[in-house]
């Protein structure tokens, strides 16, 4: 795409605009938690409003409007990107993953499984981004200190917990999901 041009009074660049002055929509296609989607959205349609209203996958939420919460955490090609920072057309041809893609057959994740055991929310409204962030930070550093997790979160913030549960709840599903890949280890 190129980049350039002048720019309307509304922060649209004009050859996003087509005869008439409708906007010129763009095909964008991900596959979200294995599902493949490809849909007509306007070029300044954050990915994060693609999520949840076009997509309808509402556990991704929305808590600010200065890229600083982090409850909008998603995972993008395997790392954790906020999702109000970037424009669904930026993730034309993405792999995504969601909050509603980790627990499997009924069975929850062992990050959402840490959170439930060590109380790690209370209201929840920070907790999917928080919980996808985890994915991310547990996928760079299996064995993570409490400095590191500290560290890891740093981009998602929580009114409510005080932080420390979630800690433990990190070290809880990092203990899990060590001990998971010992014993697939084993079997293997
Ligand atoms: S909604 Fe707050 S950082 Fe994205
Ligand atoms: S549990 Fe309420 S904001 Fe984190």
């Not at 002048?6 to 296609?29: C, H």
């Not at 938690?33 to 007509?40: A, I, K, L």
């Amino acid at each position: 795409m190129s980049g350039s041009g002048p720019r309307r009074p509304d922060g649209l660049l004009a050859w996003e605009w087509g005869e008439g002055g409708n906007i010129v929509k763009r095909s964008v296609t991900v596959t979200v938690n294995g599902v493949r989607h490809t849909h007509e959205v306007e070029p300044r349609l954050l990915l994060v409003h693609y999520v949840r209203e076009v997509l309808g996958l509402t556990g991704t939420h929305v808590g600010c409007d200065t890229s600083n919460c982090g409850a909008c955490t998603l995972l993008m090609n395997g790392k954790a990107v906020k999702s109000c920072t970037l424009l669904a057309v930026q993730a034309d041809g993405a792999s995504l993953q969601t909050i509603e893609g980790l627990a499997q057959d009924g069975k929850l994740h062992p990050i959402q499984e840490g959170f439930w055991e060590e109380h790690g929310l209370q209201c929840g409204f920070c907790t999917p981004g928080m919980i996808m962030a985890t994915v991310d930070l547990l996928q760079r550093h299996p064995e993570p200190t409490d400095e590191q997790i500290r560290w890891g979160i740093e981009g998602n913030l929580c009114r409510c917990t005080g932080y420390q549960h979630i800690v433990n709840a990190i070290q809880h599903a990092a203990r899990t999901m060590r001990a998971g890949s010992t014993k697939a280890g084993r079997s293997a």
